[in-house]
């Protein structure tokens, strides 16, 4: 259900209970789940970029994968996941 259409009936059926509004399960499991799925599209983005910045510096400047981390300022734990990407 779009955002902006659940906050509609929400306050609709707000207004009709008199200011009262229900916490269903399946609301607080679908909000849940869009913000997972924004943190997950925006993690993926974020390696996406990492990984061609990594992989320009590697083939432009004459880096290596360490040296490109380190002008980057990725962290070990990254630099083990893009690794295996590389």
Same mark, same amino acid.
């Given at each position: 259900?779009?955002?902006?259409?659940?906050?509609?009936?929400? +306050?609709?059926?707000? +207004?009709?209970?008199?200011g009262k509004?229900?916490? *269903?399960?399946?609301?607080?499991?679908?909000?849940?789940?869009?913000?997972?799925? +924004?943190?997950?599209?925006?993690?993926?983005? +974020?390696?996406?970029?990492? *990984?061609?910045?990594?992989?320009?510096?590697?083939?432009n400047a004459?880096?290596?994968?360490?040296?490109?981390?380190?002008?980057?300022?990725?962290n070990k734990?990254?630099?083990?996941?893009?690794?295996?990407?590389?």
């Amino acid at each position: 259900m779009d955002n902006s259409m659940y906050q509609n009936v929400n +306050e609709r059926v707000g +207004e009709y209970m008199g200011g009262k509004v229900l916490d *269903i399960d399946i609301i607080k499991a679908h909000d849940e789940g869009v913000t997972e799925g +924004e943190a997950r599209g925006e993690a993926r983005g +974020e390696a996406k970029g990492d *990984i061609s910045a990594i992989k320009n510096l590697m083939k432009n400047a004459e880096k290596t994968f360490e040296q490109a981390c380190e002008l980057l300022g990725i962290n070990k734990e990254k630099q083990n996941i893009y690794k295996n990407q590389i």
